[in-house]
Protein backbone atom coordinates (compact mmCIF):
# COMPACT_ATOMS: atom_id res chain seq x y z
CA UNK A 1 0.00 0.00 0.00
CA UNK A 2 1.72 3.47 -0.85
CA UNK A 3 2.05 5.93 1.62
CA UNK A 4 3.72 9.17 1.84
CA UNK A 5 5.11 11.11 4.56
CA UNK A 6 6.75 14.39 5.17
CA UNK A 7 10.09 14.23 7.56
CA UNK A 8 11.69 17.03 9.13
CA UNK A 9 14.86 18.21 6.67
CA UNK A 10 17.40 17.09 9.38
CA UNK A 11 15.53 13.82 9.03
CA UNK A 12 15.85 13.81 5.78
CA UNK A 13 19.04 14.52 5.72
CA UNK A 14 20.07 11.51 8.28
CA UNK A 15 18.11 9.17 5.87
CA UNK A 16 19.56 9.93 3.02
CA UNK A 17 22.97 9.67 4.29
CA UNK A 18 22.43 6.13 5.83
CA UNK A 19 21.02 4.90 2.31
CA UNK A 20 23.59 6.51 0.48
CA UNK A 21 26.37 4.81 2.75
CA UNK A 22 25.19 1.44 2.80
CA UNK A 23 23.73 1.29 -0.84
CA UNK A 24 20.36 0.41 0.55
CA UNK A 25 17.09 2.56 -0.30
CA UNK A 26 15.38 5.11 1.97
CA UNK A 27 12.23 2.59 1.55
CA UNK A 28 14.40 0.08 3.35
CA UNK A 29 15.11 2.02 6.01
CA UNK A 30 11.76 3.53 6.42
CA UNK A 31 9.91 0.06 6.75
CA UNK A 32 12.64 -1.44 9.06
CA UNK A 33 11.76 1.44 10.96
CA UNK A 34 8.27 1.09 11.22
CA UNK A 35 8.43 -2.88 11.68
CA UNK A 36 10.91 -2.36 14.74
CA UNK A 37 9.35 0.45 16.15
CA UNK A 38 5.16 0.05 15.97
CA UNK A 39 5.14 -2.19 18.82
CA UNK A 40 6.80 0.36 21.47
CA UNK A 41 4.52 2.56 19.61
CA UNK A 42 0.99 0.73 20.03
CA UNK A 43 2.58 -0.13 23.62
CA UNK A 44 2.66 3.52 24.51
CA UNK A 45 -0.47 4.63 22.79
CA UNK A 46 -2.41 2.24 23.90
CA UNK A 47 -1.13 1.98 27.48
CA UNK A 48 -2.15 5.71 27.52
CA UNK A 49 -5.96 5.19 26.38
CA UNK A 50 -6.07 2.46 29.48
CA UNK A 51 -4.42 5.10 31.82
CA UNK A 52 -7.30 7.91 30.55
CA UNK A 53 -10.30 5.10 30.62
CA UNK A 54 -8.76 4.32 34.60
CA UNK A 55 -8.46 7.97 35.97
CA UNK A 56 -12.01 9.15 34.20
CA UNK A 57 -13.42 5.84 36.22
CA UNK A 58 -14.37 3.97 33.35
CA UNK A 59 -11.79 1.27 33.73
CA UNK A 60 -11.43 -0.88 36.95
CA UNK A 61 -8.42 -1.41 38.88
CA UNK A 62 -7.77 -4.64 40.83
CA UNK A 63 -4.78 -5.00 43.32
CA UNK A 64 -2.28 -7.88 43.78
CA UNK A 65 -4.77 -8.86 47.19
CA UNK A 66 -7.86 -8.55 45.39
CA UNK A 67 -6.34 -10.87 41.96
CA UNK A 68 -4.40 -13.68 44.85
CA UNK A 69 -7.74 -13.31 46.71
CA UNK A 70 -10.09 -14.26 43.62
CA UNK A 71 -7.51 -16.62 42.66
CA UNK A 72 -7.14 -18.80 45.91
CA UNK A 73 -3.65 -17.74 45.71
CA UNK A 74 -3.12 -16.63 49.48
CA UNK A 75 0.17 -17.03 50.71
Known amino acids: MPT ?4 E ?5 RLDNLARETGRTKAYYLRELIARGLDDVED ?3 AEQVVER ?3 GQEKTYSLD ?4 S ?3 DS
Open 54 to 56: VES
Open 9 to 13: DTIEK
Open 44 to 46: YYL
Open 66 to 69: DVEN
Open 71 to 73: LDL
Open 4 to 7: SIRL
